[in-house]
């Protein structure tokens, strides 16, 4: 593969790494909240705030995926003579 | 963990963050603390003893790193009868600070994750194959652009490069934000919540509470509101006084919420713990700006205390005698540096370090306000290179054992001489024991060198660089930190030397006595002293004729 393409395909895989990080920190966001409040700690703000920042990764995640699919395509489509 | 202290103690130990800080104090500790004044003070030096030369450092008085280390935070003794509750709220505030850590992991993976798509976006090779492949590539092009813009995912996240960092202050100028942001700000929030805990006061005021809530809601004109009613109705120092436990998160709310794009960066250090605020939260002034105006490679004159003055100094060496020292000596912009005669009979020496000298904000003096900002922000300044001068004048042999005592602006200045490479190679600073000071950011060059920190939560300065009582972070699990506060919410009386003075004395005899446990190598009979009068730089004849 020249290396133009090569490079998209890496961008491409860092945007797939990224888009399962992304829902790794969904869920430590959810793990948070349920020790928190498992521990009466959870200040009462911190349910919303914390379900918009799921919803957040969430979508990220599905961004970041349909990113990589679409580098990845790029990527192929470059590297063809 | 919850252990009472002392009998009767207006104090109660309430969390260990770090690590043990009741272990077995490893020296003696019961020693005379402040005697008559009756060594030499004049700086001569007869009655010195021989130096030896420094053993090798493993074996110096620095013992095990793993001892007399970690961090605690006292509070105000509690009703008995409320014990449970107490330790429900300890308990609280931990897992809220151990949350708010969490946090900052999180929102820096999504930081980092938005940094990959616009580095992506912004790559001249994924442009430069468009030719080769234009409808995919627009398709790409396309996908990331909404990955890095859409509000109900990442949000408006350019960040990186050139084109990224012009793309995030003109967002952050359109009050766009993203989700990395919006999860620091949560984290900031806990932070806050955690610090409450411990101060209800700020929950209780509903005054204070509104500002607080304002700022963490990204309210800008009920801050602005809730401010400006503080003020009137306590005046400025009451208000500061109320809100320096959480000074440091409400400024980093602020700054991240906000338009100005100028502060983002220094909003991020305080959150994340990274680093020292690059610059002031609110305007976004770049700090080192402000302090490379402050020049000079710095002087030191030895000069003689007045009698009055003299008569101040310990006999002994002890932790409280150095403070009390240096509250003799004074903001009058001079230093002190004294030899004492170790129980091991070594005679090590201590450099004494006051805080910020009143008058013009830029004098001849490195401890002007000047000086003190550049102490706390640069990693060497004119205040740390004249007490190297000093130390210089002085004239301990090479590889001599020394021990760095500051308050304020000095504790900050001797972290500078501590984490100086070139003064350790010369010297072996064994200790530094910084009182009221900014230094969460500093680092010794010899990583054997014991520190110690204490702070009143109620004191601004020490929360200077970011860091204060809402500190979720494990910044030096090797320093002994004591941050604690009294009832004596108002500064600047509870930054003062004396007021520190006291609470040592009186209030925090743990704490006293374990970092007199590490002094015991200086605690022995004073046989010399010195006070220096410190300068930017050398009178301009003296310069000429060197």
Known sequence: MPAVPERIAVHAEVLRSDARALAECAERLRRIEADLEAGGAAPQWLRESVRAHLAACAAAATDLTEAATRMRGYAERAARP | ?546
């Not at chain 2, 930081?111 to 798509?117: N, P, R, S, T």
């Not at chain 2, 109705?233 to 100028?262: C, I, K, Q």
């Not at chain 2, 100086?420 to 500093?442: I, L, M, N, Q, W």
Request: glycine fraction near 10%; hydrophobic fraction near 40%; include cysteine.
């Open chain 2, 1 to 546: 963990m919850n252990e009472e202290i002392g009998p009767e103690p207006p104090f109660r130990r309430h969390a260990h963050v770090n690590g043990p800080v009741n272990g077995p104090v490893d020296g003696p500790v019961d020693g005379p603390v402040n005697g008559p004044v009756n060594g030499p003070v004049d700086g001569s030096m007869s009655g010195e003893t021989e130096f030896t030369p420094p053993p090798p450092r493993p074996g110096s008085v620095n013992g095990s790193p793993q001892e007399e280390t970690g961090s605690a935070r006292w509070s105000p003794r509690h009703d008995p009868q409320d014990g449970a509750g107490r330790e429900k709220a300890e308990r609280a505030a931990r897992s809220l600070r151990a949350a708010a850590r969490e946090l900052v992991d999180v929102g820096v993976a999504i930081h980092e994750a938005a940094a990959h798509a616009t580095a992506a976006l912004t790559d001249g090779a994924t442009l430069g194959a468009l030719p080769r492949a234009p409808l995919a590539g627009c398709l790409a092009q396309r996908s990331l652009l909404r990955a890095v813009t859409n509000g109900k995912g990442l949000g408006y996240a350019p960040t990186g490069g050139r084109l990224g960092a012009l793309a995030a202050k003109l967002g952050a100028m359109a009050g766009a934000e993203s989700l990395a942001v919006r999860v620091l700000a949560t984290s900031l929030r806990l932070r806050v919540a955690a610090v409450t805990l411990d101060h209800p006061e700020l929950a209780d005021d509903p005054m204070l509470s509104r500002l607080v809530e304002a700022a963490a809601a990204d309210r800008d004109l009920e801050a602005v509101r809730a401010l400006r009613a503080l003020l009137r109705d306590r005046g400025a120092v009451r208000t500061l006084s109320g809100l320096a436990p959480v000074f440091g998160e409400v400024l980093a709310l602020r700054a991240l919420l906000d338009e100005n794009p100028l502060n983002d960066a220094a909003a991020w250090l305080i959150a994340t713990g990274k680093g020292y605020a690059s610059a002031d939260p609110i305007i976004g002034m770049s700090n080192r700006a402000v302090a490379v105006l402050d020049t000079g490679e710095g002087a030191a004159r030895p000069v003689d205390l007045t009698a009055a003055e003299a008569a101040r100094l310990g006999t002994q060496g002890s932790l409280l005698g150095f403070l009390r020292n240096i509250s003799a000596v004074g903001t009058t912009g001079r230093a002190l540096v004294q030899s004492v005669e170790g129980p091991d009979g070594v005679v090590r020496h201590v450099v004494q370090a006051p805080g910020m000298r009143t008058g013009r904000p830029d004098n001849d003096s490195p401890q002007d306000l000047l000086g003190a900002f550049s102490s706390a922000v640069l990693d060497s300044s004119p205040y740390s290179r004249a007490l190297a001068r000093a130390v210089e004048a002085y004239g301990p042999p090479p590889g001599a054992e020394l021990a760095l005592i500051g308050h304020s602006a000095g504790g900050a200045a001797i972290m500078n001489l501590a984490q100086d490479a070139e003064f350790c190679a010369r010297y072996t600073v064994t200790h530094a024991v910084a009182v009221g000071s900014p230094v969460d950011f500093k680092r010794p060059a010899d990583p054997r060198t014991w520190v110690a920190s204490v702070t009143n939560q109620h004191d601004i300065i020490p929360t200077l660089d970011g860091q204060g009582a809402g500190n979720c972070f494990d910044l030096h699990p090797d320093w002994y930190v004591v941050d604690y506060f009294d009832s004596t919410h108002l500064f600047p009386l509870c930054h003062s030397i004396e007021h520190y003075i006291a609470n040592i004395a009186d209030d925090l005899p743990d704490a006293r006595d374990r970092i007199d446990g590490r002094l015991t190598p200086y605690r022995g009979p004073v046989v010399r002293s010195q006070a220096y009068l410190l300068s930017d730089r050398a009178p301009r004849a003296e310069a000429s004729a060197t």
